[in-house]
């Protein structure tokens, strides 16, 4: 069967944070392709994603299964793991981004995107700490917004949903949704899509049906993976953040603040220019 929903990206369209039983993840993608035909089932759905992937990961690895399996529906939801690694750096980002969201629209497919909530805010970093990840999350929507409307997307404001400052819609890492968060994301997808007349079937419910959350299972999440990730930061970010850090407090101190983001806007605005140049993408994904 042709799938008619393929999904790229990382551990959020994974399904991170919303457990089946038995094992394994489901997540707001398979909600959503429940709710995009007129009976469950009738939208197959491929899920690419992968935890850890990074924007480049998704155009270099995912992209090329997506595109070979032509889908009607297609979901880029990636750069959040960007921004934690230390090196980050806006251009390639966006040639990822712009390289993904062209192929794919250009298969005919209907390119699902969503600017997604800051990192440092969903864990309650102190500010010198924050900062920085803030003003790269900022860059990564800029983009994401951009490349979205250069290529006639359907983007969801997900930064700016009030729902995303709920704590029953996280999970116990606060970086991935809980079921709850899940099916909100698939109804704010499923609301966009219906809007233009391409969703069939009702919204994805509210009601839970996955096992609770428990205080074992959260203890044993940080246990395993949890410990991991950290670990996993503490080698390749904490470095570089807290260089990030210590720079953000000298030019807190001289009241200069504003120069910091002054640069990040210029070269998120130089990454989108790039774009727009004959082969800009190609060349700076390459």
């Given at each position: 069967?042709?799938?008619?929903?393929v999904?790229?990206?990382?551990?959020?369209?994974?399904?991170?944070?919303?457990?089946?039983?038995?094992?394994?993840?489901?997540?707001?993608?398979?909600?959503?392709a429940?709710?995009?035909?007129?009976?469950?089932?009738?939208?197959?759905?491929?899920?690419?994603?992968?935890?850890?992937?990074?924007?480049?990961?998704?155009?270099?690895?995912?992209?090329?299964?997506?595109?070979?399996?032509?889908?009607?529906?297609?979901?880029?939801?990636?750069?959040?793991?960007?921004?934690l690694?230390a090196?980050f750096?806006?251009?390639?980002?966006?040639?990822?981004?712009?390289?993904?969201?062209?192929?794919?629209?250009?298969?005919?497919?209907?390119?699902?995107?969503?600017?997604?909530?800051?990192?440092?805010?969903?864990?309650?970093?102190?500010?010198?700490l924050?900062?920085?990840?803030?003003?790269?999350?900022?860059?990564?929507n800029?983009?994401?917004?951009?490349?979205?409307?250069?290529?006639?997307?359907?983007h969801?404001?997900?930064?700016?949903?009030?729902?995303?400052?709920?704590?029953?819609?996280?999970?116990?890492?606060?970086?991935?949704?809980?079921?709850?968060?899940?099916?909100?994301?698939?109804?704010?997808?499923?609301?966009?899509?219906?809007?233009?007349?391409?969703?069939?079937?009702?919204?994805?419910?509210?009601?839970?049906?996955?096992?609770?959350?428990?205080?074992?299972?959260?203890?044993?999440?940080?246990?395993?993976?949890?410990?991991?990730?950290?670990?996993?930061?503490?080698?390749?970010?904490?470095?570089?953040?807290?260089?990030?850090?210590?720079?953000?407090?000298?030019?807190?101190v001289?009241?200069?603040?504003?120069?910091?983001?002054?640069?990040?806007?210029?070269?998120?605005?130089?990454?989108?220019?790039?774009?727009?140049?004959?082969?800009?993408?190609?060349?700076?994904?390459?």
């Amino acid at each position: 069967m042709t799938p008619g929903f393929v999904a790229l990206g990382d551990s959020l369209t994974e399904g991170l944070g919303d457990p089946v039983a038995g094992g394994g993840w489901r997540g707001w993608a398979a909600l959503l392709a429940d709710a995009l035909g007129p009976r469950p089932g009738d939208v197959a759905l491929v899920n690419l994603a992968r935890s850890g992937a990074l924007a480049a990961d998704v155009a270099g690895e995912q992209l090329p299964q997506a595109r070979a399996l032509a889908p009607r529906f297609a979901s880029v939801l990636v750069g959040a793991n960007d921004t934690l690694r230390a090196a980050f750096a806006i251009d390639r980002v966006a040639a990822a981004l712009d390289q993904a969201h062209g192929t794919l629209s250009a298969g005919g497919a209907v390119v699902l995107t969503a600017c997604l909530p800051d990192p440092g805010r969903m864990l309650g970093l102190p500010a010198p700490l924050a900062r920085p990840l803030a003003r790269r999350m900022r860059a990564v929507n800029t983009v994401v917004h951009a490349v979205c409307a250069r290529h006639g997307g359907v983007h969801l404001h997900l930064a700016d949903h009030p729902w995303v400052t709920e704590r029953s819609t996280w999970s116990v890492d606060r970086l991935h949704p809980s079921e709850r968060g899940h099916r909100l994301l698939a109804r704010g997808f499923h609301a966009a899509l219906a809007a233009r007349g391409l969703a069939c079937g009702p919204p994805p419910p509210l009601t839970l049906d996955g096992p609770p959350p428990t205080r074992i299972g959260s203890l044993a999440w940080m246990a395993t993976r949890g410990t991991r990730w950290v670990a996993d930061r503490c080698t390749d970010l904490l470095p570089d953040l807290l260089a990030l850090a210590a720079r953000e407090c000298r030019y807190g101190v001289a009241g200069s603040g504003r120069l910091l983001d002054a640069t990040a806007e210029r070269a998120t605005r130089s990454a989108l220019a790039a774009l727009s140049e004959p082969g800009g993408a190609a060349t700076m994904a390459g």
